[in-house]
Structures are given as structure tokens and as C-alpha cells.
């Protein structure tokens, strides 16, 4: 090759090498899509396609399942029941932020004499108490409580924000005529806490829940402390053994 047929190939890889960083680079760069956790691929340490590592959406085959500790109706007055739902969530640090459910109501022949759908949270690290109030039977016995979630439940990383929510001093009195028990519920954190709901739960020396109520502050400020107060119109028909008092609000991203 001459001295001219040289030059002109170095001056045409001199042109092309010029485009390529200029235009090519650029290009490269706007073609480029950096690992997210939306992109459909399982990268930055992710378990399962865009859930684990890093993401908000957690692989629920990573965590310790949840259950379903025990569902019960519990007769209030003129064929009105009230119904609770205790949810076990061992995981820390993960939850799930809206989830359908069905509460079904059956007499001892195993016919549905009522049912009611909702839609609650699972608190990450604790038990999530599920209470719906005031369904009515039409005056037929409830003998059997069936409770199951109706969506499928998204594990995402959260926290417990009902965990600063301090319930003490509970106290029940008038058990044989119209009982009401109290409490002192006390907000330790620096944040006002808004609308929290209280669920109470109350059991016999044996264990097994009786009766069941529920109720809401509208405001909470950082180290105030209200008393919360339930009550029910008839006698209870058990002995008092013990009383949880568990408060709720949606958990929230950490």
C-alpha cells in the first residue's frame, strides 16, 4: 500500500472514530437502561423479577408466611353479631398495604346466615386484629366464623407506625350489668398521629375471646395521652381472664 493509500485510510478511521465518540457514545448512553426495579428483569440482587434486593416489593417466598390465628362472631344484641380476625405477620419489616378479605357467618346446619367484605392492612411484626361490627343474622344463631382474604397480597417493605401507640392502665368494670372497659393509650413519638383505631379484645381463663369492640381517636399529639373507652349492653357471659387492646394504622414505606 502507498504512502497515499495510507493517509486517506487514516484519515477516513480518524472520521469514523470521530462519529463514534460524538454520536455513538451519546446514543449508547440514551439507549441505556440502568437496572430498576420496574424493567421486567431479575437484576440488582433481586430473588424473584423485580421483587427482594433492593426493590420495595418483597419476594414472598423469602418470608415467613403469615396466618390466620382464629376468626369468631360474637352475639351482641337484636341479632346483631360483631366478628374479629386475629392476622399473624412474623416479618419485620414487611407488610402488605391493602388487602380484601370475606368474613362468612354460618349456623350449626353450616347455612351462610351473613357475610361481610372489607379491606385492611397487614402490619408488619404483629398481629393485625380484622373487627367488623353490626352484622346482622336476622335472629339465627352463629355456630361457625370463616374468615379468608378475597385478593391476592403484595409484600412490600414497610414499617409499623401503630408501634409508637403505648395502651396501659386498662381497667373493666360493670361485668354483670353493662361492661366497659378502659384504657390510657399514649403517643410516643414526635409526630401527631392521626385517626388511630383501637380493636379489644376480651378472653376467658382458658384462652378463648368472648366479646369484642372497637374505637378511633381523631388525634393523637407527639407525648399525649387520651383514655379510650369500650363498651357492651349486656353482662359478659364468661369470666374476664385476659384483655388485649391492639392499636392500628396503616403501615407506611421505610
Do not use: H
Request: charged residues 20%; neutral net charge; contains cysteine.
Amino acid at each position: 500500500m502507498s504512502w497515499a493509500s495510507r493517509r486517506r485510510w487514516l484519515y477516513a478511521g480518524g472520521v469514523f472514530l470521530f462519529f463514534a465518540i460524538v454520536v455513538g457514545v451519546p446514543m449508547a448512553i440514551w439507549i441505556y437502561e440502568p437496572p430498576s426495579c420496574s424493567d421486567g428483569k431479575q437484576n440488582q440482587e433481586e430473588t424473584a423479577v423485580d421483587k427482594g434486593g433492593p426493590c420495595p416489593i418483597l419476594d414472598e417466598r423469602a418470608l415467613s408466611p403469615s396466618s390466620i390465628l382464629w376468626s369468631r362472631a360474637f352475639p351482641v344484641r337484636g341479632g346483631l353479631y360483631s366478628a374479629v380476625a386475629y392476622i399473624e405477620n412474623p416479618n419485620e419489616g414487611a407488610g402488605v398495604q391493602k388487602v380484601n378479605y370475606r368474613f362468612g357467618l354460618y349456623d350449626e346446619r353450616n347455612v351462610l346466615v351473613a357475610e361481610r367484605r372489607g379491606t385492611t392492612f397487614i402490619i408488619p411484626g404483629g398481629i393485625t386484629p380484622v373487627f367488623e361490627g353490626a352484622i346482622g343474622t336476622g335472629n339465627r344463631a352463629v355456630a361457625r366464623t370463616y374468615f379468608e382474604f378475597t385478593s391476592r397480597s403484595v409484600w412490600e417493605r414497610l414499617e409499623n407506625v401503630a408501634s409508637v401507640l403505648l395502651v396501659n392502665n386498662k381497667n373493666i368494670a360493670d361485668v354483670d350489668s353493662t361492661p366497659r372497659l378502659s384504657a390510657r393509650v399514649k403517643n410516643t413519638s414526635v409526630v401527631a398521629v392521626l385517626d388511630p383505631s383501637f380493636v379489644a379484645v376480651v378472653f376467658d381463663p382458658a384462652g378463648n375471646a368472648f366479646v369484642a369492640s372497637a374505637t378511633t381517636l381523631p388525634r393523637l399529639a407527639p407525648n399525649e395521652e387520651k383514655e379510650i373507652v369500650f363498651t357492651w349492653p349486656d353482662p359478659f357471659p364468661a369470666t374476664v381472664g385476659r384483655i388485649d387492646i391492639l392499636p392500628l394504622l396503616p403501615p407506611r414505606f421505610q
